[in-house]
């Protein structure tokens, strides 16, 4: 019996394991090799051992600066936008239209992320909204192509990533004890810092992680909204593999990122466990 | 509060709304509304490799959200209640599955199976006159690795919310093992492994970067569109959007309505 | 526990809160219809009443969590009727308790405090916190989190939470519904004697009558929406106003009747058996009256065979249950049906061989049942 | 001059590689009911992605287009195959102009057979401009100045770096490290200034948002018909000149069907119907002899000869001279 | 609810089910230590004690979701320790019922019917579901929704998914626990009825003594993982065998004493404070022996003046409770310590002026009361 189960185990695990096996352990690995390697003569890898790929990184100091300025930023952003719209769903709407509003929080998700970049090109760029504000008498703005319009580009791609976590957390809330902590002389405004908040702090980090992850292999907003001129490790790679074909640096890059993301990613988690926001729906992310 | 979300709601609807109404324009250009008319869906519509990256990405997208389904709920069936060694490794890759970025997967993949199809095709070809590329196989696999983990995560989570006196109940009504997985267990991880599904199909759908790297020859429509952006878009592509967009919503709502016989509004 | 100090409530009509006319409308569903109650200073009252009823409602409005549609409600001489919860000398305790699952106990006991302005001194607020979890008994418990406690341990955070703020009123709604039978009576038992340390004005609202009969100074009984009656456990017990407040305080056997005569507070009504019986009569009713006689079980007695001078039904055994330290029988009678009777297990011993099946008499003495008013 | 009955089983598809509007889908049709193989198109913005993937093996394709100056870096990886001129009966080596086809040629073998030419210049909105552009030069010292934050260059090192080299008079194609640092130290004091670093040009340029941009000939033609106050120049330092060719890489999956397909597109009726949806020149002079005169007389299609004489074609050292590349990622993540 | 019924469990050696020296160890506890138990066909039995006690395990193994670390369990003669539950000719209504959510109330009570090989005709399926739905009063639910019907209903779905495969035994964890007490009462008295009417035997887990006694032919008395106690109701209350059963089951005064004389199943014994009482002695006690003697509330008297020859101990009332029908007597004894009283309503009227401080008579007949033996 104990044995036939170990079996079942062992066949249902299989297919799950192989996909590992081939898909992320070997690519890693060949990666991590790779790093180490140089680049060909014509492009592409040529078996080495050097730290030389590691010694230039600085050449894409900016891309990486880029990234773990704007990744944080854009997470922020998002949360400080995402947040009050989940509270508005969770607490404030009807039964009724909540499931509607909630739906269309994510439709928009369901339109390819490169179209809807491209209409936020037109929109930022001359004759959309700098040509409405100029039309008000607002000065002349320029917004397309700088580091504001990816990061409008990034809240507006991911908001939906925030905006359902926070609500689950928020809709799990138990009203009573906001009643409670009216009962026991808390005026609103208090109730929500005291109570609200903490209790929907899981929501906060399972968005925040999830958006952080995304941003930080970033390479289509920036891409599209930043005109080549804001960017992110993601496009440093996709350059290095597609139009310079260094591979090994590219690989080397591509360990660094990892790496950095393993780093925060786990301290993050660490932070969330001590300050006990990752009690339940945390780990789904 | 009522006005703050009216106003977030407009900032998620006003590109959408400009695409929409951008592919009704007479004009060549994607960006700009000049005149009215249908003409770029009926282009769309007749354009047989607008198609063929809608096709190819809907069966990418759906052979690989299949997939993942089928092999992750598995995996979660053998996960869930697990310990020892197996379970925390399987956990840390599941972990670092969803972790890490997809560009890295994407090349990644890249570089590991180029290498190991270079080193196996000779052999392969002599012994089958087959050989292995990239194509769609390789886009699959490479989405399935994250859906996968994606499916594991949530199809465990309900594993372990599901209330064991369920099975116990099965059991002591004369169902037997087999019986009682087909009967009891299946139907009530079915709402997790569907959701799993659908979030795998969405993202499979719309990936760009990984299949940038990995498809191969294959063209996926976001493929499609990006090259299409980087030389001139015509409003065509606005009109694929819109249709896309249209019709996952009217899938939405089929979902929504034969959901909604019969099962209980949904708790969470 | 003590029922004698329900008699100390000294000063009976110096009230701390009242409901002057208070409506409440939800919808279609009016679950407040004119409520009028004084509560006096240091009772402890109990709403009792079947679900819907009103009761949550009611307590509610006077917590401020609810405004009352219609009419108002003066705590303490002020009227309240549209102060915010948060500015109100009331606190509750929750059904559910609704504890801050964040916060320690500790923490959770001294939110109340924490929200005071101009602040408490921090040292004030802990003196008081480590008070109010010693009187509940959870001195030691202060630092741990609320889920390692147990339901019934919970129950006395809660309960700790409302009394540190020295709340003019404490408001209860179910606070015992989720704990089991045995520490349910072991809550009851503190909860009683807690207040009566206090001295404060508890509310409890409940649908247990056991838990209203004993724990109460007084009791308002309330179905749909109304109050039914107000009154001590032996008022509503042994002069139900009406056949609602009868039914659902105790069991009755609630039998129509006619009156013959009534006379000093009694009556002399026939049943439709034709036995005359002589009832106790709250009101005057006139003769030839159609009324319905209720009358406990316990106040009915068993025998074997009829004793001269008491009225006695013949009435069939149709089944017993062992209760303990009292058995309840239930009898056919062909023409007033079924009948409740109660016997202490003591009086088991002069019916030998009283059994399913078996023709019992039931007696029923001068002045046990009274008539009953309209609901 | 119907191409060859193709009764052999060619199978019922084929993957062409090319870049975006370069064809007239109508032809695919045709070619689909000639021969029951269906085309699919792959479609890519630079031949670095080209190489790129044509290096990371597997790519699938059996037809694409690269330009004059890699087929010798694919040759010598090894990557693109000798042609067949037997399977080819529309391939007639005296009908193009020896400049835009002697590419195709490597070490005596025909690898690969022209497609269109162009060149590489600037096209600015002579609303803004306070004189027209005639120079790299003036390109770089009006960005920096009057044009701040208004200029486009190419996300393609081989112009952006070719144009940079020019603007210090030298080669178009050097891989001097000195003078390519003398490139950079340019781009990276332009690129503050710069609107954008992209090949999708036409949009801001349309829409008012940039001013001026680097700009291949076709899509300056495009720009100019639609919007006259559009300007297009080459600089007169000199610049790019460049001829797109068809090629079948090695290990194509559907051989026979490439060559089908190839000798499909070069008919010059076929042909001519491609230069008339989308507009750039050919080298074919059979296809030219079908094509309006006022085509072939356009100066922005066919620029005076002395113009295009300073002009130079790329050169194989570029696409892979591991220098120029890093300059170029350096520049774009500064 | 007929306790008579009790009685007619003829043959009451034909046994169903058999415990045989069953342990069951998990880790280090011991949930079952060596069960030995028959239980009889058609009987309605119940397994009683505080929580933890090992009730569930116990129930857990006759349905073969636990295997006994020790000993074996018989069912209907067949040794079936290490069958499993899927094969036992046993059905069980869980606590919180385990109904299929995805499923209707009919498809719910199909479910065992279906699993049946051969296949039983699809009209067979359909008759039966019906027919056990009618017999819990839900004839017109089957295509409802489990989340659509309420608590009472989904026990009854529970029943009726249990009843509809004719198990030969019945088995119900607590099945009323999750239910308010107006419903549990009504439930009880269901159950009861369909028990008697399929004549299956039901084996019970409760806590709720109350409901063990009114319920059950036999109870199981369980504590730390044993059996304390195998008894019918009355045996059990009026003979406890220790006191670990007189304290659990109804409520007692236990003292101690010392044995003066023991003669033909009564005793003499000594209380603490030099009074001599009669008590019943189930076993001999040697003279002299200290022993505890143990009396129920109901089973003492209260008067003004004590009565000749009637021992009597003056108490203090210290509490008073109104319960409705009995009324609840806290006395203190400077030796005896606390004594509780139980009188019924009417023996109140006997007692004028008795109030909390009053001096009283508790009076102790002859015979009441009883010597425990060792736990
Ligand atoms: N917020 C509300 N909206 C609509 N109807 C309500 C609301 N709150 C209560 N009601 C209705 O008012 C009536 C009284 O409800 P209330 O909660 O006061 O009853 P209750 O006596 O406390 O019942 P229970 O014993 O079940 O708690 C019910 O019919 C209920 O459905
Ligand atoms: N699966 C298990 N693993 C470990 N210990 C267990 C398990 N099941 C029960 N126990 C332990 O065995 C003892 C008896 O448990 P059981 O559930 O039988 O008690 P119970 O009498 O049903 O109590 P309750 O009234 O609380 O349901 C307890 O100490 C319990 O902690
Ligand atoms: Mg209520
Ligand atoms: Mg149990």
Same mark, same amino acid.
């Given at each position: 019996?104990?044995?036939?189960?170990?079996?079942?185990?062992?066949?249902?695990?299989?297919?799950?394991?192989?996909?590992?096996?081939?898909?992320?352990?070997?690519?890693?690995?060949?990666?991590?090799?790779?790093?180490?390697?140089?680049?060909?003569?014509?492009?592409?890898?040529?078996?080495?051992?050097?730290?030389?790929?590691?010694?230039?990184?600085?050449?894409?100091?900016?891309?990486?600066?880029?990234?773990?300025?704007?990744?944080?930023?854009?997470?922020?952003?998002?949360?400080?936008?995402?947040?009050?719209?989940?509270?508005?769903?969770?607490?404030?709407?009807?039964?009724?239209?909540?499931?509607?509003?909630?739906?269309?929080?994510?439709?928009?998700?369901?339109?390819?992320?490169?179209?809807?970049?491209?209409?936020?090109?037109?929109?930022?760029?001359?004759?959309?909204?700098?040509?409405?504000?100029?039309?008000?008498?607002?000065?002349?703005?320029?917004?397309?192509?700088?580091?504001?319009?990816?990061?409008?580009?990034?809240?507006?791609?991911?908001?939906?990533?925030?905006?359902?976590?926070?609500?689950?957390?928020?809709?799990?809330?138990?009203?009573?004890?906001?009643?409670?902590?009216?009962?026991?002389?808390?005026?609103?405004?208090?109730?929500?810092?005291?109570?609200?908040?903490?209790?929907?702090?899981?929501?906060?980090?399972?968005?925040?992680?999830?958006?952080?992850?995304?941003?930080?292999?970033?390479?289509?907003?920036?891409?599209?909204?930043?005109? !080549?001129?804001?960017?992110?490790?993601?496009?440093?790679?996709?350059?290095?593999?597609?139009?310079?074909?260094?591979?090994?640096?590219?690989?080397?890059?591509?360990?660094?990122?990892?790496?950095?993301?393993?780093?925060?990613?786990?301290?993050?988690?660490?932070?969330?466990?001590?300050?006990?926001?990752?009690?339940?729906?945390?780990?789904?992310? | 509060?009522?006005?703050?979300?009216?106003?977030?709601?407009?900032?998620?609807?006003?590109?959408?709304?400009?695409?929409?109404?951008?592919?009704?324009?007479?004009?060549?250009?994607?960006?700009?509304?000049?005149?009215?008319?249908?003409?770029?869906?009926?282009?769309?519509?007749?354009?047989?490799?607008?198609?063929?990256?809608?096709?190819?990405?809907?069966?990418?997208?759906?052979?690989?959200?299949?997939?993942?389904?089928?092999?992750?709920?598995?995996?979660?069936?053998?996960?869930?209640?697990?310990?020892?060694?197996?379970?925390?490794?399987?956990?840390?890759?599941?972990?670092?599955?969803?972790?890490?970025?997809? &560009?890295?997967?994407?090349?990644?993949?890249?570089?590991?199976?180029?290498?190991?199809?270079?080193?196996?095709?000779?052999?392969?070809?002599?012994?089958?006159?087959?050989?292995?590329?990239?194509?769609?196989?390789?886009?699959?696999?490479?989405?399935?690795?994250?859906?996968?983990?994606?499916?594991?995560?949530?199809?465990?989570?309900?594993?372990?919310?599901?209330?064991?006196?369920?099975?116990?109940?099965?059991?002591?009504?004369?169902?037997?093992?087999?019986?009682?997985?087909?009967?009891?267990?299946?139907?009530?991880?079915?709402?997790?492994?569907?959701?799993?599904?659908?979030?795998?199909?969405?993202?499979?759908?719309?990936?760009?970067?990984?299949?940038?790297?990995?498809?191969?020859?294959?063209?996926?429509?976001?493929?499609?569109?990006?090259?299409?952006?980087?030389?001139?878009?015509?409003?065509?592509?606005?009109?694929?959007?819109?249709?896309?967009?249209?019709?996952?919503?009217?899938?939405?709502?089929?979902?929504? &309505?034969?959901?909604?016989?019969?099962?209980?509004?949904?708790?969470? | 526990?003590?029922?004698?100090?329900?008699?100390?409530?000294?000063?009976?009509?110096?009230?701390?809160?009242?409901?002057?006319?208070?409506?409440?409308?939800?919808?279609?569903?009016?679950?407040?219809?004119?409520?009028?109650?004084?509560?006096?200073?240091?009772?402890?009252?109990?709403?009792?009443?079947?679900?819907?009823?009103?009761?949550?409602?009611?307590?509610?409005?006077?917590?401020?969590?609810?405004?009352?549609?219609?009419?108002?409600?003066?705590?303490?001489?002020?009227?309240?009727?549209?102060?915010?919860?948060?500015?109100?000398?009331?606190?509750?305790?929750?059904?559910?308790?609704?504890?801050?699952?964040?916060?320690?106990?500790?923490?959770?006991?001294?939110?109340?405090?924490?929200?005071?302005?101009?602040?408490?001194?921090?040292?004030?607020?802990?003196?008081?916190?480590?008070?109010?979890?010693?009187?509940?008994?959870?001195?030691?418990?202060?630092?741990?989190?609320?889920?390692?406690?147990?339901?019934?341990?919970?129950?006395?955070?809660?309960?700790?939470?409302?009394?540190?703020?020295?709340?003019?009123?404490?408001?209860?709604?179910?606070?015992?519904?989720?704990?089991?039978?045995?520490?349910?009576?072991?809550?009851?038992?503190?909860?009683?004697?807690?207040?009566?340390?206090?001295?404060?004005?508890?509310?409890?609202?409940?649908?247990?009558?056991?838990?209203?009969?004993?724990?109460?100074?007084?009791?308002?009984?309330?179905?749909?929406?109304?109050?039914?009656?107000?009154?001590?456990?032996?008022?509503?017990?042994?002069?139900?106003?009406?056949?609602?407040?009868?039914?659902?305080?105790?069991?009755?056997?609630?039998? $129509?009747?006619?009156?013959?005569?009534?006379? !000093?507070?009694?009556?002399?009504?026939?049943?439709?058996?034709?036995?005359?019986?002589?009832?106790?009569?709250?009101?005057?009713?006139?003769?030839?009256?159609?009324?319905?006689?209720?009358?406990? $079980?316990?106040?009915?007695?068993?025998?074997?065979?009829?004793?001269?001078?008491?009225?006695?039904?013949?009435?069939?055994?149709?089944?017993?249950?062992?209760?303990?330290?009292?058995?309840?029988?239930?009898?056919?009678?062909?023409?007033?049906?079924?009948?409740?009777?109660?016997?202490?297990?003591?009086?088991?011993?002069?019916?030998?061989?009283?059994?399913?099946?078996?023709?019992?008499?039931?007696?029923?003495?001068?002045?046990?049942?009274?008539?009953?008013?309209?609901? | 001059?119907?191409?060859?009955?193709?009764?052999?089983?060619?199978?019922?598809?084929?993957?062409?590689?090319?870049? $975006?509007?370069?064809?007239?889908?109508?032809?695919?049709?045709?070619?689909?009911?000639?021969?029951?193989?269906?085309?699919?198109?792959?479609?890519?913005?630079?031949?670095?992605?080209?190489?790129?993937?044509?290096?990371?093996?597997?790519?699938?394709?059996?037809?694409?287009?690269?330009?004059?100056?890699?087929?010798?870096?694919?040759?010598?990886?090894?990557?693109?195959?000798?042609?067949?001129?037997?399977?080819?009966?529309?391939?007639?080596?005296?009908?193009?102009?020896?400049?835009?086809?002697?590419?195709?040629?490597?070490?005596?073998?025909?690898?690969?057979?022209?497609?269109?030419?162009?060149?590489?210049?600037?096209?600015?909105?002579?609303?803004?401009?306070?004189?027209?552009?005639?120079?790299?030069?003036?390109?770089?010292?009006?960005?920096?100045?009057?044009?701040?934050?208004?200029?486009?260059?190419?996300?393609?090192?081989?112009?952006?770096?070719?144009?940079?080299?020019?603007?210090?008079?030298?080669?178009?194609?050097?891989?001097?490290?000195?003078?390519?640092?003398?490139?950079?130290?340019?781009?990276?004091?332009?690129?503050?200034?710069?609107?954008?670093?992209?090949?999708?040009?036409?949009?801001?340029?349309?829409?008012?948002?940039?001013?001026?941009?680097?700009?291949?000939?076709?899509?300056?033609?495009?720009?100019?018909?639609?919007?006259?106050?559009?300007?297009?120049?080459?600089?007169?330092?000199?610049?790019?000149?460049?001829?797109?060719?068809?090629?079948?890489?090695?290990?194509?999956?559907?051989?026979?069907?490439?060559?089908?397909?190839?000798?499909?597109?070069?008919?010059?009726?076929?042909?001519?119907?491609?230069?008339?949806?989308?507009?750039?020149?050919?080298?074919?002079?059979?296809?030219?002899?079908?094509?309006?005169?006022?085509?072939?007389?356009?100066?922005?299609?066919?620029?005076?000869?002395?113009?295009?004489?300073?002009?130079?074609?790329?050169?194989?050292?570029?696409?892979?001279?591991?220098?120029?590349?890093?300059?170029?990622?350096?520049?774009?993540?500064?």
């Amino acid at each position: 019996m104990a044995i036939s189960q170990r079996m079942a185990r062992a066949i249902l695990l299989a297919p799950a394991g192989l996909w590992y096996a081939v898909l992320l352990v070997l690519p890693l690995i060949v990666v991590l090799v790779y790093s180490f390697g140089e680049r060909g003569a014509a492009g592409g890898y040529a078996p080495a051992f050097t730290l030389a790929q590691y010694a230039n990184l600085g050449a894409r100091w900016t891309a990486l600066q880029n990234t773990l300025l704007l990744a944080p930023a854009g997470t922020l952003a998002a949360l400080l936008i995402a947040y009050p719209l989940a509270y508005f769903l969770a607490l404030r709407v009807t039964a009724r239209w909540r499931t509607t509003l909630l739906v269309l929080v994510i439709v928009p998700f369901w339109t390819s992320i490169l179209i809807r970049s491209y209409a936020w090109i037109f929109l930022l760029g001359g004759r959309g909204i700098p040509q409405l504000l100029s039309d008000l008498g607002l000065g002349d703005l320029r917004l397309i192509n700088t580091p504001f319009a990816v990061l409008v580009g990034i809240v507006y791609g991911y908001l939906p990533l925030m905006v359902f976590p926070i609500y689950v957390s928020l809709e799990k809330l138990d009203r009573r004890l906001l009643e409670a902590a009216g009962d026991l002389g808390a005026p609103p405004w208090r109730s929500f810092v005291q109570i609200t908040l903490p209790l929907s702090l899981p929501g906060v980090a399972t968005g925040s992680m999830l958006v952080f992850i995304l941003l930080m292999g970033e390479y289509l907003i920036p891409q599209m909204l930043g005109g !080549g001129k804001v960017f992110f490790v993601g496009n440093a790679l996709v350059d290095l593999f597609l139009q310079s074909r260094n591979w090994a640096f590219g690989s080397a890059l591509a360990v660094t990122l990892v790496a950095i993301m393993l780093v925060t990613v786990t301290l993050y988690m660490r932070f969330l466990k001590r300050i006990g926001a990752a009690r339940d729906d945390v780990g789904l992310m | 509060m009522r006005l703050y979300a009216f106003v977030v709601y407009a900032f998620l609807y006003l590109p959408i709304g400009i695409i929409a109404l951008f592919s009704f324009s007479a004009g060549r250009n994607a960006s700009q509304m000049q005149g009215f008319s249908t003409q770029w869906y009926g282009r769309a519509l007749s354009n047989p490799f607008v198609l063929d990256a809608l096709q190819t990405s809907a069966l990418i997208a759906l052979s690989s959200a299949v997939l993942a389904s089928i092999v992750g709920t598995l995996a979660a069936l053998a996960l869930s209640g697990m310990k020892g060694r197996l379970r925390t490794l399987f956990d840390a890759l599941i972990y670092i599955a969803v972790m890490i970025p997809g &560009i890295v997967i994407g090349i990644a993949t890249l570089i590991a199976l180029v290498t190991v199809f270079d080193a196996v095709n000779p052999w392969l070809e002599g012994a089958t006159g087959w050989r292995l590329s990239m194509g769609a196989g390789s886009l699959i696999a490479a989405h399935g690795l994250f859906t996968m983990s994606l499916v594991i995560i949530l199809v465990r989570a309900r594993i372990e919310g599901m209330d064991r006196a369920l099975l116990e109940a099965s059991a002591d009504l004369g169902a037997g093992p087999l019986a009682t997985f087909r009967q009891v267990t299946l139907p009530l991880l079915a709402p997790a492994i569907l959701a799993g599904f659908l979030l795998s199909f969405t993202f499979s759908f719309d990936d760009f970067i990984i299949a940038f790297f990995v498809a191969g020859s294959e063209t996926t429509l976001p493929i499609y569109i990006f090259s299409s952006i980087r030389r001139g878009v015509t409003p065509e592509i606005n009109a694929i959007g819109t249709m896309v967009m249209a019709v996952s919503l009217l899938m939405l709502v089929i979902a929504q &309505i034969t959901l909604r016989r019969g099962e209980k509004p949904n708790p969470q | 526990m003590t029922e004698a100090t329900g008699h100390h409530t000294v000063g009976a009509s110096e009230s701390i809160a009242e409901f002057v006319n208070t409506s409440k409308r939800f919808g279609a569903v009016l679950a407040a219809d004119s409520l009028n109650l004084r509560i006096r200073k240091g009772e402890f009252l109990s709403f009792l009443g079947p679900s819907g009823c009103g009761k949550t409602t009611a307590l509610r409005m006077l917590a401020g969590f609810e405004t009352p549609t219609e009419g108002t409600i003066l705590i303490d001489g002020r009227e309240l009727a549209s102060e915010p919860a948060y500015r109100r000398p009331v606190n509750m305790v929750f059904q559910h308790y609704a504890l801050f699952p964040h916060m320690t106990v500790a923490e959770n006991v001294a939110y109340g405090l924490r929200q005071r302005r101009p602040k408490l001194p921090r040292a004030e607020i802990a003196g008081r916190v480590a008070k109010a979890l010693d009187t509940v008994r959870l001195g030691d418990f202060g630092p741990r989190r609320i889920w390692q406690m147990s339901g019934g341990q919970q129950q006395r955070v809660a309960l700790a939470r409302a009394i540190v703020n020295e709340p003019k009123i404490l408001l209860l709604d179910e606070p015992m519904a989720a704990l089991d039978a045995k520490l349910r009576a072991e809550m009851q038992m503190e909860l009683l004697s807690l207040q009566r340390s206090l001295g404060i004005t508890f509310i409890l609202v409940t649908h247990d009558q056991q838990e209203a009969l004993s724990m109460s100074d007084r009791i308002c009984i309330m179905g749909k929406g109304r109050i039914m009656q107000i009154g001590t456990p032996r008022e509503l017990y042994d002069t139900p106003a009406n056949r609602y407040v009868a039914d659902f305080v105790g069991r009755a056997n609630i039998l $129509p009747a006619r009156v013959r005569a009534t006379t !000093g507070g009694r009556a002399e009504v026939e049943l439709a058996d034709g036995l005359r019986v002589e009832v106790t009569a709250p009101f005057v009713a006139p003769a030839g009256a159609a009324v319905e006689v209720a009358i406990r $079980p316990e106040a009915l007695r068993l025998a074997l065979a009829p004793e001269p001078g008491v009225p006695a039904i013949a009435a069939r055994v149709t089944h017993m249950t062992f209760y303990g330290e009292h058995i309840e029988y239930l009898l056919a009678h062909p023409v007033l049906g079924a009948l409740q009777v109660m016997l202490p297990r003591q009086a088991e011993r002069a019916l030998p061989g009283a059994d399913v099946g078996v023709m019992l008499h039931v007696l029923w003495d001068a002045g046990a049942g009274l008539i009953l008013g309209q609901d | 001059r119907p191409g060859p009955a193709l009764a052999g089983d060619i199978g019922d598809r084929v993957i062409l590689a090319t870049w $975006p509007n370069y064809h007239d889908a109508a032809n695919f049709d045709l070619f689909r009911d000639q021969t029951g193989a269906a085309v699919q198109v792959n479609v890519f913005g630079s031949n670095e992605e080209m190489l790129a993937k044509l290096q990371a093996g597997g790519s699938g394709w059996d037809l694409f287009v690269p330009t004059n100056y890699t087929i010798t870096t694919y040759v010598e990886a090894d990557l693109i195959e000798p042609l067949d001129l037997s399977k080819l009966p529309n391939y007639d080596a005296a009908a193009f102009e020896a400049r835009f086809a002697e590419a195709g040629t490597v070490g005596g073998k025909l690898y690969a057979v022209p497609k269109n030419w162009g060149t590489t210049g600037m096209a600015w909105d002579s609303g803004k401009a306070k004189a027209p552009f005639t120079s790299w030069k003036e390109f770089f010292d009006v960005t920096r100045t009057d044009f701040s934050g208004r200029t486009i260059v190419h996300d393609y090192q081989l112009t952006t770096i070719g144009s940079a080299l020019k603007y210090f008079g030298y080669s178009f194609n050097s891989v001097d490290p000195a003078e390519l640092a003398e490139a950079e130290k340019l781009l990276i004091e332009v690129k503050p200034h710069l609107f954008a670093i992209t090949s999708d040009y036409q949009p801001p340029m349309r829409n008012g948002d940039a001013w001026l941009t680097m700009c291949w000939t076709g899509e300056g033609k495009q720009l100019n018909r639609d919007l006259p106050e559009i300007q297009f120049a080459l600089g007169k330092e000199g610049g790019e000149i460049w001829s797109d060719y068809y090629a079948i890489p090695k290990n194509a999956p559907h051989r026979d069907a490439a060559y089908a397909l190839l000798n499909f597109l070069i008919d010059p009726q076929v042909n001519a119907r491609e230069a008339l949806a989308h507009g750039f020149p050919v080298a074919d002079a059979r296809v030219n002899a079908q094509l309006p005169a006022e085509l072939l007389n356009d100066p922005i299609l066919h620029p005076a000869a002395e113009l295009l004489n300073a002009l130079e074609f790329g050169a194989a050292a570029t696409l892979t001279d591991p220098n120029r590349a890093e300059l170029m990622a350096r520049f774009k993540s500064a």
